[in-house]
């Protein structure tokens, strides 16, 4: 079955600056790749997704991109705030089939250092 | 509307209790998922539901059932608790009928069992 890497587990930048977030995959049939920002006692939620026939996306400060060659992608924040802190997760799916079973990452949690 | 729903917030087990967690939702979604959510492991899939009357297993299926009792309501039920089951516990819904892959969440249950 899938299996999702994600590097590092935590990471502490000076606010302003930009913040990366890997993930690698497993399953070369996976498709769709969101991320999901989950801020303390909060449940997850969706701030980006991308699928497989797209190699980077954007939505103001967040972008993501995809290898699919390398089965890796990124979460690109720029311009970081304090608002960033957070718990930030990766998942892979194969989007389309009968039920889109999701397996998400360890998760990577955010401080922004004033 | 109300989104996903899930009772109780907060429960606290000895050893070889039984409950059952429930989750409702009013998005009309076919698809429910329960996750599991422990420090360092991101969230688990234990079981999800492709539409009302199926069920299958996730990651980490063992020691729990579930029931899609209509296509509102999806419950978790822990047969004979066990401290190794003291987690946060998800609940997730999608929309499947339009090819939507973003899973919407419930606010959780904290589970600890002594």
């Known amino acids: 079955g899938e299996n999702v890497e994600q590097h590092p587990s935590t990471l502490s930048v000076q606010e302003g600056d930009s913040a990366v977030i890997k993930c690698t995959y497993s399953?070369?049939?996976?498709?769709?790749f969101p991320w999901y920002k989950q801020e303390l006692g909060k449940r997850p939620q969706l701030i980006i997704d991308?699928?497989?026939?797209?190699g980077e996306k954007k939505d103001q400060r967040i972008a993501v991109t995809l290898n699919k060659t390398a089965k890796h992608f990124s979460l690109h924040i720029t311009e970081t705030q304090p608002e960033d802190s957070a718990v930030y997760f990766c998942?892979?799916?194969?989007?389309?089939?009968?039920?889109?079973?999701?397996?998400f990452g360890s998760g990577t949690r955010l401080s922004i250092r004033p | 509307n109300a989104g996903v729903t899930q009772t109780p917030k907060f429960q606290v087990l000895k050893t070889g209790q039984s409950m059952t967690l429930q989750c409702a939702q009013d998005?009309?979604?076919?698809?429910m998922y329960w996750y599991r959510q422990d420090p360092g492991m991101g969230l688990r899939l234990i079981y999800y539901?492709?539409?009302?009357?199926?069920?299958d297993k996730g990651e980490v299926p063992n020691g729990y059932n579930v029931s899609r009792l209509n296509k509102r309501e999806f419950s978790l039920r822990l047969e004979s608790a066990a401290p190794s089951q003291t987690s946060v516990y998800f609940c997730?819904?999608?929309?499947?009928?339009?090819?939507?892959?973003?899973?919407?969440f419930g606010p959780g249950t904290r589970l600890t069992v002594l």
């Open positions: 998942a892979a799916s194969t989007a389309g089939s009968s039920a889109s079973k999701i397996i």
């Open positions: 399953d070369s049939a996976s498709n769709y």
């Open positions: 991308i699928r497989s026939n797209v």
């Open positions: 998005m009309n979604h076919n698809s």
């Open positions: 539901s492709a539409s009302e009357g199926t069920t």
């Open positions: 997730a819904t999608q929309d499947r009928d339009r090819a939507a892959n973003e899973q919407f």
